[in-house]
Protein backbone atom coordinates (compact mmCIF):
# COMPACT_ATOMS: atom_id res chain seq x y z
CA UNK A 1 0.00 0.00 0.00
CA UNK A 2 1.21 3.50 -0.85
CA UNK A 3 1.39 6.28 1.75
CA UNK A 4 1.38 9.70 1.10
CA UNK A 5 1.21 11.00 4.90
CA UNK A 6 2.86 9.98 7.79
CA UNK A 7 1.27 11.09 10.92
CA UNK A 8 3.91 9.96 13.89
CA UNK A 9 3.59 10.41 17.46
CA UNK A 10 6.68 11.39 19.39
CA UNK A 11 6.76 10.03 22.98
CA UNK A 12 7.86 6.16 23.11
CA UNK A 13 7.53 6.52 19.15
CA UNK A 14 10.57 8.36 18.07
CA UNK A 15 12.24 8.43 21.10
CA UNK A 16 12.38 6.77 24.71
CA UNK A 17 10.70 9.65 26.43
CA UNK A 18 10.18 7.60 29.58
CA UNK A 19 13.60 6.48 29.47
CA UNK A 20 15.30 10.12 29.61
CA UNK A 21 12.60 12.00 31.77
CA UNK A 22 11.60 10.16 34.82
CA UNK A 23 15.49 10.13 35.62
CA UNK A 24 16.07 13.64 34.86
CA UNK A 25 13.06 14.55 37.01
CA UNK A 26 14.04 12.48 39.86
CA UNK A 27 17.83 14.13 39.49
CA UNK A 28 16.39 17.48 39.68
CA UNK A 29 13.93 16.78 42.76
CA UNK A 30 17.09 14.96 44.73
CA UNK A 31 18.98 18.37 44.19
CA UNK A 32 15.98 20.30 44.76
CA UNK A 33 15.38 18.74 48.17
CA UNK A 34 18.92 18.98 49.16
CA UNK A 35 18.78 22.85 48.38
CA UNK A 36 15.74 23.46 50.57
CA UNK A 37 16.40 21.03 53.15
CA UNK A 38 13.18 19.58 52.94
CA UNK A 39 12.27 15.60 52.88
CA UNK A 40 12.18 14.10 48.64
CA UNK A 41 9.09 12.09 49.73
CA UNK A 42 7.55 15.96 50.49
CA UNK A 43 8.75 17.83 47.41
CA UNK A 44 7.58 14.91 45.35
CA UNK A 45 4.03 15.08 46.88
CA UNK A 46 3.86 18.51 46.32
CA UNK A 47 5.24 18.26 42.61
CA UNK A 48 2.21 15.53 41.75
CA UNK A 49 -0.22 18.67 42.62
CA UNK A 50 1.48 20.87 40.62
CA UNK A 51 1.43 18.83 37.31
CA UNK A 52 -2.39 18.13 38.46
CA UNK A 53 -3.19 22.00 38.74
CA UNK A 54 -0.72 22.56 34.92
CA UNK A 55 -2.44 19.55 33.87
CA UNK A 56 0.91 18.06 32.65
CA UNK A 57 3.77 16.45 34.01
CA UNK A 58 6.47 18.31 32.48
CA UNK A 59 5.22 22.04 32.36
CA UNK A 60 8.49 24.24 32.54
CA UNK A 61 9.78 24.83 35.30
CA UNK A 62 6.79 23.15 37.67
CA UNK A 63 9.68 23.70 40.51
CA UNK A 64 9.01 27.10 40.55
CA UNK A 65 5.18 26.67 41.59
CA UNK A 66 6.21 23.94 44.73
CA UNK A 67 4.66 25.58 48.12
CA UNK A 68 7.42 24.90 49.66
CA UNK A 69 9.70 26.75 47.18
CA UNK A 70 7.39 29.71 47.29
CA UNK A 71 7.50 29.91 51.29
CA UNK A 72 10.70 29.32 51.55
CA UNK A 73 11.90 31.51 48.71
CA UNK A 74 9.01 34.00 48.99
CA UNK A 75 11.71 37.29 49.60
CA UNK A 76 13.22 36.34 46.38
CA UNK A 77 12.30 37.49 42.74
CA UNK A 78 11.05 34.77 40.27
CA UNK A 79 14.97 35.28 38.22
CA UNK A 80 16.54 34.70 41.75
CA UNK A 81 14.55 32.14 43.01
CA UNK A 82 15.31 30.32 39.51
CA UNK A 83 19.13 31.20 40.22
CA UNK A 84 18.68 29.57 43.70
CA UNK A 85 17.31 26.11 42.33
CA UNK A 86 19.67 26.36 39.40
CA UNK A 87 21.61 23.40 39.86
CA UNK A 88 18.71 21.50 40.15
CA UNK A 89 17.48 22.18 36.94
CA UNK A 90 21.19 21.76 35.75
CA UNK A 91 21.05 18.49 36.95
CA UNK A 92 17.93 17.88 35.11
CA UNK A 93 19.53 19.14 31.90
CA UNK A 94 22.30 17.08 32.14
CA UNK A 95 20.31 13.82 32.25
CA UNK A 96 18.10 14.80 29.53
CA UNK A 97 21.20 15.81 27.53
CA UNK A 98 22.80 12.23 28.33
CA UNK A 99 19.57 10.55 27.59
CA UNK A 100 17.55 11.95 25.38
CA UNK A 101 18.40 10.13 21.46
CA UNK A 102 16.06 8.68 18.93
CA UNK A 103 15.62 5.06 18.35
CA UNK A 104 17.97 3.12 16.38
CA UNK A 105 17.06 3.59 12.66
CA UNK A 106 14.50 6.49 13.13
CA UNK A 107 16.19 9.98 11.21
CA UNK A 108 17.65 7.31 8.92
CA UNK A 109 13.76 5.67 7.71
CA UNK A 110 11.89 9.08 7.87
CA UNK A 111 14.96 10.39 5.79
CA UNK A 112 14.19 7.72 2.97
CA UNK A 113 10.62 8.40 3.18
CA UNK A 114 10.90 12.32 2.75
CA UNK A 115 13.19 11.64 0.03
CA UNK A 116 10.04 9.57 -1.28
CA UNK A 117 8.09 12.58 -1.60
CA UNK A 118 5.61 11.80 1.15
CA UNK A 119 5.03 14.72 3.60
CA UNK A 120 5.76 13.40 7.33
CA UNK A 121 3.73 15.39 10.41
CA UNK A 122 4.61 15.11 14.03
CA UNK A 123 1.23 14.86 16.37
CA UNK A 124 1.53 14.67 20.48
CA UNK A 125 -0.41 15.43 23.52
CA UNK A 126 2.52 17.08 25.10
CA UNK A 127 3.36 20.06 26.14
CA UNK A 128 3.90 22.12 22.71
CA UNK A 129 7.02 23.85 24.21
CA UNK A 130 8.59 20.85 25.38
CA UNK A 131 7.70 18.60 21.82
CA UNK A 132 8.86 21.68 19.76
CA UNK A 133 12.40 21.41 21.56
CA UNK A 134 12.88 17.58 21.25
CA UNK A 135 12.02 17.85 17.60
CA UNK A 136 14.60 20.74 17.27
CA UNK A 137 17.36 19.17 19.41
CA UNK A 138 16.99 15.52 17.52
CA UNK A 139 17.32 17.30 14.18
CA UNK A 140 13.98 16.34 13.52
CA UNK A 141 12.80 19.76 11.91
CA UNK A 142 14.41 18.81 8.77
CA UNK A 143 12.56 15.64 7.91
CA UNK A 144 9.31 16.84 9.71
CA UNK A 145 7.35 19.57 8.44
CA UNK A 146 4.80 20.62 11.15
CA UNK A 147 4.10 19.64 14.71
CA UNK A 148 0.28 19.30 15.86
CA UNK A 149 0.32 19.52 19.07
CA UNK A 150 -2.27 20.96 22.17
CA UNK A 151 -3.55 24.48 21.88
CA UNK A 152 -1.95 25.87 25.32
CA UNK A 153 -3.93 26.53 28.30
CA UNK A 154 -1.05 28.61 30.01
CA UNK A 155 1.56 30.64 29.38
CA UNK A 156 4.69 29.87 31.08
CA UNK A 157 7.44 32.77 32.36
CA UNK A 158 10.30 29.82 31.47
CA UNK A 159 10.93 27.38 29.03
CA UNK A 160 13.75 25.12 28.74
CA UNK A 161 16.45 26.14 26.39
CA UNK A 162 16.28 29.12 23.87
CA UNK A 163 12.81 29.23 21.45
CA UNK A 164 13.55 26.92 18.68
CA UNK A 165 14.46 28.41 15.28
CA UNK A 166 11.16 26.85 13.13
CA UNK A 167 9.12 29.25 11.28
CA UNK A 168 5.80 30.76 12.96
CA UNK A 169 3.96 28.34 11.05
CA UNK A 170 6.03 24.94 12.16
CA UNK A 171 3.07 24.45 14.92
CA UNK A 172 -0.52 23.79 14.50
CA UNK A 173 -2.18 24.70 17.30
CA UNK A 174 -5.25 21.85 18.07
CA UNK A 175 -8.24 22.81 20.22
CA UNK A 176 -8.24 21.25 23.80
CA UNK A 177 -10.80 18.79 23.10
CA UNK A 178 -9.16 17.54 19.49
CA UNK A 179 -7.03 15.01 22.07
CA UNK A 180 -5.96 11.42 21.71
CA UNK A 181 -8.32 9.40 20.77
CA UNK A 182 -9.87 11.48 19.11
CA UNK A 183 -10.24 10.49 15.43
CA UNK A 184 -11.40 13.80 14.56
CA UNK A 185 -7.82 15.71 14.33
CA UNK A 186 -6.34 13.02 12.19
CA UNK A 187 -9.38 13.55 9.78
CA UNK A 188 -8.39 17.38 9.81
CA UNK A 189 -4.82 16.54 9.24
CA UNK A 190 -6.00 14.81 6.02
CA UNK A 191 -7.57 17.64 5.05
CA UNK A 192 -5.03 20.12 5.82
CA UNK A 193 -2.98 17.67 3.12
CA UNK A 194 -5.76 16.81 0.58
CA UNK A 195 -4.89 13.51 1.12
CA UNK A 196 -7.28 10.55 1.15
CA UNK A 197 -6.98 8.39 5.04
CA UNK A 198 -6.42 5.72 3.34
CA UNK A 199 -3.24 7.16 1.85
CA UNK A 200 -2.13 8.33 5.21
CA UNK A 201 -0.51 5.82 8.10
CA UNK A 202 -0.19 6.90 12.13
CA UNK A 203 2.55 5.59 13.87
CA UNK A 204 2.14 5.30 18.16
CA UNK A 205 3.04 3.42 20.68
CA UNK A 206 -0.42 3.15 22.58
CA UNK A 207 -3.00 0.72 21.05
CA UNK A 208 -5.93 2.55 23.45
CA UNK A 209 -4.81 5.97 22.41
CA UNK A 210 -2.68 6.07 18.99
CA UNK A 211 -3.87 2.48 17.32
CA UNK A 212 -8.14 3.15 18.26
CA UNK A 213 -7.62 6.57 17.12
CA UNK A 214 -6.61 5.65 13.66
CA UNK A 215 -8.81 2.95 12.84
CA UNK A 216 -11.76 5.19 14.29
CA UNK A 217 -9.98 7.84 11.70
CA UNK A 218 -9.94 5.37 9.03
CA UNK A 219 -6.11 5.89 8.23
CA UNK A 220 -3.80 2.90 8.67
CA UNK A 221 -2.20 2.18 11.90
CA UNK A 222 1.18 1.05 12.96
CA UNK A 223 1.74 0.06 16.86
CA UNK A 224 5.62 0.82 17.94
CA UNK A 225 5.70 -2.05 20.34
CA UNK A 226 9.06 -1.21 21.13
CA UNK A 227 8.03 1.61 22.76
CA UNK A 228 6.96 -0.35 26.02
CA UNK A 229 10.80 -1.68 26.21
CA UNK A 230 11.60 0.58 29.22
CA UNK A 231 12.44 -0.17 32.97
CA UNK A 232 8.78 -1.04 34.71
CA UNK A 233 10.32 0.72 37.82
CA UNK A 234 10.44 3.63 35.91
CA UNK A 235 6.62 4.01 35.21
CA UNK A 236 5.95 3.45 38.64
CA UNK A 237 8.17 6.09 39.30
CA UNK A 238 6.40 8.75 36.89
CA UNK A 239 3.05 7.76 37.92
CA UNK A 240 3.33 8.45 41.29
CA UNK A 241 4.56 12.22 39.94
CA UNK A 242 2.34 12.44 37.32
CA UNK A 243 -0.84 14.84 36.25
CA UNK A 244 -2.89 11.77 36.47
CA UNK A 245 -5.36 11.55 39.22
CA UNK A 246 -6.39 8.28 40.71
CA UNK A 247 -9.33 8.28 38.43
CA UNK A 248 -7.27 8.60 35.82
CA UNK A 249 -4.48 5.85 36.55
CA UNK A 250 -7.95 3.68 37.10
CA UNK A 251 -9.42 4.20 33.45
CA UNK A 252 -6.16 3.65 32.33
CA UNK A 253 -5.60 0.37 33.63
CA UNK A 254 -9.38 -0.76 32.21
CA UNK A 255 -8.95 0.09 29.14
CA UNK A 256 -5.79 -1.74 29.01
CA UNK A 257 -7.46 -4.81 29.78
CA UNK A 258 -9.57 -4.80 26.95
CA UNK A 259 -6.38 -3.13 24.77
CA UNK A 260 -5.66 -6.80 23.26
CA UNK A 261 -9.21 -6.10 20.72
CA UNK A 262 -7.51 -3.13 18.81
CA UNK A 263 -6.14 -4.25 16.42
CA UNK A 264 -3.08 -2.48 14.40
CA UNK A 265 -2.84 -3.10 10.69
CA UNK A 266 1.23 -3.57 11.39
CA UNK A 267 3.24 -4.31 14.58
CA UNK A 268 6.63 -2.76 14.42
CA UNK A 269 9.52 -4.25 16.49
CA UNK A 270 11.42 -1.71 15.41
CA UNK A 271 10.93 1.89 13.23
CA UNK A 272 12.67 0.81 10.24
CA UNK A 273 9.91 -1.95 9.40
CA UNK A 274 7.54 0.61 8.14
CA UNK A 275 9.87 0.18 4.89
CA UNK A 276 9.00 -3.44 5.23
CA UNK A 277 4.98 -2.72 5.55
CA UNK A 278 4.58 -0.37 3.50
CA UNK A 279 5.80 2.10 0.07
CA UNK A 280 5.92 5.69 0.54
CA UNK A 281 5.32 8.63 -2.82
CA UNK A 282 4.25 11.63 -3.86
CA UNK A 283 0.42 13.49 -2.95
CA UNK A 284 -1.62 13.57 -5.58
CA UNK A 285 -1.94 17.12 -4.46
CA UNK A 286 -0.16 19.47 -1.85
CA UNK A 287 -2.89 21.16 -0.35
CA UNK A 288 -1.20 22.61 2.76
CA UNK A 289 1.14 24.76 0.66
CA UNK A 290 -2.21 26.47 -0.64
CA UNK A 291 -3.46 26.41 3.00
CA UNK A 292 -0.58 27.75 4.99
Known sequence: MNIRLLVTDLDNTLYDWVTYFVPAFYAMMEKASAL?????????????????????????????????????????????????????????????????KLYDGVYDTLQKISRSGAIIVAHTDADTANALYRIVRLGLAQVISRLYAPQKSAQSEYKFGDAPAVPGSYVRALPREDRKPNPKLLQDICRDYDVDPAETLYIGDSRIRDVLMANNAGVHSALALYGANFDRELW??????????????????????????ICPDVELAHFSDLLTHFSFGVPKHRGIEQRA
Open 36 to 100: LSVPLDELLLEMKAVHQRHESSEHPFSLLDAPIVQRQLAHLTLDERKQYLNDAFHAFNKIRKQSL
Open 236 to 261: QKLVRVSHWTEADVKRENELLLHSEE
